[in-house]
């Protein structure tokens, strides 16, 4: 049977807590009601400056921009996804966002999607997991993935993306879910995921995405790291 999240009384559960500088923050499930607003943060935060986005323009193209944002509410739709909370003078803000759902063995992943340039993104992250095929390495049916984390540009910094993915693990060990893996294409996520123990099994330089045909720079040197964690 297919995973699914059953959401119950019980959620959205905290998975994190914490006061820095006057600020409480909270990393907890997703709830419904604020899945449109997580959309309008990634939109806003990572379409602009993740790194396979922002070399396809993906801002400048209205179609891929609808594609992702159909993409991201149909995956946060699944109830897997994690977020962290600001409180401050009696305020509450959403300040990041991780869109997890379940990659299961011998599941292929379909990616209905609207524009050429967002399918650039899509066809580069399916090429890389096909090279590196996680969950054989890690010797699990199923891990948690990811389709997107990002930080508001206001709370960079403060390394809420090492706590947002540390906070897998209690939400994984939870559901009875072994171990995570992610496509890390910047460098500051890259080092986010290795203080929160994350190793890479796979690197590639964006340049063998035009290798293999994709619109992408054929002399970009940077590495796009596919990197796991364990729990069991």
């Known amino acids: 049977m297919p995973f699914e999240r059953v959401w119950d009384e019980t959620c959205p559960r905290i998975w994190d807590q914490w006061q820095a500088d006057g600020t409480r923050y909270t990393i907890q499930d997703l709830p419904p009601e604020d899945d449109e607003e997580a959309v309008k943060v990634l939109l806003e935060n990572l379409a602009t400056d993740e790194v396979l986005c922002k070399l396809q323009g993906l801002v400048d193209d209205p179609a891929s921009m609808r594609g992702m944002a159909a993409l991201w509410r149909n995956s946060v739709a699944l109830r897997m996804s994690l977020a962290c909370y600001a409180e401050r003078d009696g305020a509450r803000q959403l300040v990041a966002v991780n869109v997890c759902l379940v ?96 190793h890479s099994i796979y690197e590639n330089p964006i340049k063998e995405y035009a290798d293999v045909g994709l619109d992408y720079p054929k002399d970009d040197e940077r590495v796009v790291k596919i990197m796991v964690k364990k729990y069991v």
Do not use: M, W
């Open 103 to 198: 990659k299961e063995k011998g599941v292929e992943p379909q990616y209905d999607f609207e524009g050429e340039k967002y399918k650039n993104v899509l066809d580069a992250v399916v090429h890389s997991e096909k090279k590196a095929n996680p969950l054989e390495y890690l010797g699990l049916d199923k891990a948690l993935a990811a389709l997107g984390l990002t930080v508001v540009r206001e709370y960079r910094g403060a390394k809420l993306g090492s706590r947002i993915l540390s906070a897998r693990e209690p939400l994984c060990r939870a559901l009875g879910i072994g171990g995570t893996t992610t496509i890390f294409t910047g460098i500051a996520a890259q080092k986010s995921a290795a203080r929160s123990g994350f």
